[in-house]
C-alpha cells in the first residue's frame, strides 16, 4: 500500500466519526480540549516570565519579592495542573466515545452480508479481524488524539515561544576580518538547525520500525488464535493424542514473535541511544549558546534562566517528530492494518453475486440455467435447471469434491461464483443447519432457539421436543449457562438443530449431513416428527448414509464435471 493511499484511508476513517450523528458532541468535545491545551500553552508562557522576574529577584538578592513570585508560581501550577488533567479526563472521554462508535460501525459491516465468512473464505490474506476490532481501533484512535493534540499543543508552544526567544537572544554579531556580521535572534536559528537535523536523523534511525511493529501485531495475534484454536477443539486434539505436534505449532509461532520482537529491540535502543543523547545534548546545547552574553554582562542571571526554557520550549516543539517517532511508528502500523481490513471488506461488498435472486408467483423455489464455479473458473455444475415445491424432500447426492455443499452455500447466497437464477415466494422463510451445529454461549434454552431470541411468551412445549429426540435428561437445564458446544456430542447437538426447524417454522431447509452423527433410529425420527408438524415445508438434504433415500422424495445426484441428474422416486 502506497503512502498516500494509506494516508487517504486514515482520513476517510478519522472523517467518518466526525460527520457522523455524534459530530455535534463530539466537535463540541473537542474544542474544549483543544482550549484546555491552548490554556496550558499560555500558563506556561507565564511561567516563562515568572523565570525572569524570580531568577532576578535572586541575583539581586530581593528578598521582598520572594514570597510574592512564590505566590505567584503557585497560582499558575495550580491553574495548569487542573487544565491538564481534564485535557486528559476529557481527551479519554471522547476516545471511548468515538471508539464505541467505530466499533459498532466494523461489527455492523463485518457481520453485514456474511462479510465475516466471506472475508476467511475469499480472501486468504485477511489475518485476525478480531484483533482488528478489538485492538486496533482502540489503538488507532488513542494514537490519532495524542498525536494530533500533541502536535497541536507543540504548534502553539512554537509559535508563543519562537517570539520570546526572538527578543531574548538579541543579536550576534560575528566578526569577519573588517566586517561584522550581525544575526538577530541567533537562537532561532540555531534551535531550528538543531531540531531540524534531529528529526531527519530520527527519521533515518527508527524508520524500519514501521514494519517492525506491523509484523510484531501479527505475530502476537497469530500466537494467541492457535491457542485458541486449541481450546475450541480440544477434544478432537486429545483423542488424536496430537499435543506434540499443537506444541511444535505454538513454538514455531512464538519463535516468530521474539524473533521479530529482538527485531523491535535492537532498533528501538539505536533510536533510544539517539533521543537520549539528543535530548541531553539540547540542555547545554543553548548554555553554551547563551554564555558569552551572560558573562559579558549583557544578560542578567533571569535572561539567561528565561532565554534557556525558551530555548527548551522551542526546541522541543521542533523536536516533536523525534519524540513521538515511536508512536508514529505503531500509528503506522496500525493504519495499515485497519485499511487493509477496510479494503477487504469494501472488497468482499462490492462483489457481485452472480445468480440472479428473483421472485416466484408459485409456491416453490426454482432454479434456472445454474453454473457454479470454484474461484479459479473450473465448473462444478453446469446448467442446472432444477424445482424444489412446498412439502418435496430432496436428496443431494454424489462422491466427494462433485459440489453438494457448494451448491447449498450458493443457494444461500455466501457463493458468490457462478451464475443463474434462483426465484424465490417473498414470503418464504429459508433455514441452512451444516453437519455441526453453532450452539451460542448462554443457556440452553437461548441455544436451542437460536438464531431467534426467546419469545417473552413462549408457548412451545421444548421439555416434549426434548424427549421426542432422547433428550429428556436436558429438560431440567434449560436455564442453565454453559458451554453447550462442550457438553453435548455432536448427535446431540444435531438432535437440537432439528427443534430448531421446529421452533423457526421454515418454509425451506437446507440440511447438510446434518444427522451424520445420529444413529439411524434418531436420524429416521428427526425426519419424520419434521414431516408430522411441518407437512408443507421443502426439506433439502447432502448426505452420503443410503438410510436416508428412503426420507427423500427426489434425488438430485451430481455425477462430476458439471454433469448431475434427477432420480424421482414411485
Not at 487544565?83 to 468515538?98: D, E, F, G, H, P
Not at 424444489?388 to 430432496?394: L, M, Q, S, V
Not at 449431513?513 to 416428527?529: N, P, V
Amino acid at each position: 500500500m502506497t503512502k498516500r493511499a494509506m494516508a487517504k484511508n486514515a482520513w476517510i476513517m478519522m472523517r467518518s466519526y466526525w460527520k457522523s450523528e455524534e459530530r455535534w458532541w463530539a466537535r463540541g468535545l473537542l474544542a474544549v480540549i483543544v482550549v484546555l491545551s491552548l490554556g496550558q500553552v499560555y500558563m506556561l508562557v507565564l511561567l516563562n516570565q515568572w523565570n525572569n522576574d524570580f531568577y532576578n529577584a535572586l541575583q539581586n538578592y530581593d528578598y521582598p519579592s520572594f514570597w510574592p513570585l512564590i505566590g505567584h508560581f503557585t497560582l499558575i501550577a495550580f491553574i495548569y495542573i487542573i487544565m491538564a488533567v481534564y485535557a486528559v479526563y476529557l481527551r479519554q472521554m471522547l476516545q471511548i466515545k468515538w471508539r464505541t462508535w467505530m466499533t459498532r460501525h466494523y461489527l455492523r459491516s463485518w457481520m453485514a452480508k456474511q462479510v465475516y465468512y466471506k472475508l476467511q473464505v475469499l480472501n486468504a490474506d485477511m489475518d485476525n479481524p478480531d484483533q482488528r476490532i478489538s485492538e486496533d481501533i482502540n489503538a488507532f484512535i488513542e494514537l490519532t488524539l495524542s498525536l494530533a493534540l500533541g502536535f497541536l499543543t507543540q504548534l502553539t508552544t512554537l509559535l508563543a515561544f519562537i517570539f520570546v526567544l526572538w527578543n531574548l537572544s538579541g543579536i550576534l554579531n560575528i566578526p569577519l576580518g573588517d566586517t561584522v556580521i550581525s544575526v538577530p535572534g541567533y537562537m532561532v536559528f540555531l534551535c531550528l538547525f538543531y531540531s531540524i537535523v534531529g528529526t531527519w536523523l530520527a527519521h533515518k534511525v527508527g524508520r524500519r520500525l514501521i514494519s517492525l511493529n506491523y509484523d510484531q501485531q501479527r505475530y502476537e495475534a497469530d500466537f494467541r488464535f492457535n491457542m485458541v484454536r486449541v481450546r475450541e477443539n480440544s477434544e478432537s486434539i486429545a483423542f488424536y493424542q496430537g499435543e506434540l505436534p499443537e506444541l511444535e505449532g505454538f513454538e514455531d509461532r512464538f519463535k516468530r514473535v521474539i524473533k521479530n520482537f529482538w527485531g523491535l529491540m535492537k532498533r528501538t535502543k539505536l533510536l533510544n541511544f539517539y533521543i537520549n543523547g539528543y535530548g541531553q545534548l539540547a540542555i547545554i546545547f543553548p548554555v553554551l549558546m547563551a554564555a558569552p552574553k551572560y558573562f559579558a554582562g549583557e544578560m542578567q542571571l533571569g535572561g539567561l534562566m528565561q532565554t534557556l526554557s525558551a530555548f527548551g520550549r522551542v526546541q522541543d516543539a521542533l523536536s516533536y517528530f523525534v519524540n513521538v517517532y515511536d508512536s508514529i511508528a505503531k500509528y503506522v502500523a496500525v493504519i495499515r492494518r485497519l485499511s487493509n481490513f477496510t479494503d477487504h471488506m469494501e472488497e468482499i461488498d462490492r462483489l457481485q453475486p452472480g445468480f440472479a435472486r428473483t421472485h416466484s408467483q408459485e409456491h416453490k423455489m426454482v432454479l434456472r440455467n445454474m453454473d457454479i464455479l470454484l474461484p479459479d473458473g473450473k465448473k462444478l455444475l453446469e446448467g442446472l435447471n432444477f424445482e424444489i415445491p412446498a412439502g418435496e424432500y430432496i436428496l443431494i447426492s454424489g462422491k466427494s469434491g462433485t459440489g453438494k455443499s457448494t451448491l447449498l452455500r450458493a443457494l444461500a447466497e455466501i457463493w458468490p461464483y457462478g451464475q443463474g437464477s434462483i426465484a424465490i415466494p417473498d414470503d418464504w422463510r429459508v433455514m441452512f443447519l451444516p453437519q455441526r451445529p453453532y450452539l451460542p454461549l448462554g443457556t440452553l434454552r437461548q441455544a436451542i432457539y437460536y438464531p431467534q431470541s426467546v419469545p417473552k411468551d413462549e408457548a412451545a412445549d421444548l421439555s416434549a421436543l426434548l424427549a421426542e429426540l432422547g433428550l429428556e435428561s436436558l429438560a431440567d437445564r434449560l436455564d442453565e449457562t454453559d458451554d453447550w458446544s462442550r457438553i453435548l456430542s455432536l448427535g446431540e447437538q444435531q438432535r437440537i438443530a432439528f427443534i430448531r426447524i421446529i421452533l423457526f417454522k421454515p418454509q425451506l431447509v437446507f440440511l447438510d449431513e446434518s444427522t451424520s452423527a445420529m444413529d439411524e433410529g434418531y436420524e429416521a425420527k428427526s425426519y419424520d416428527m419434521l414431516r408430522h408438524i411441518l407437512p408443507q415445508m421443502a426439506v433439502v438434504s447432502v448426505g452420503h448414509r443410503s438410510s436416508i433415500v428412503a426420507r427423500h422424495d427426489t434425488v438430485l445426484r451430481l455425477v462430476g464435471n458439471g454433469a448431475w441428474m434427477i432420480e424421482r422416486k414411485l
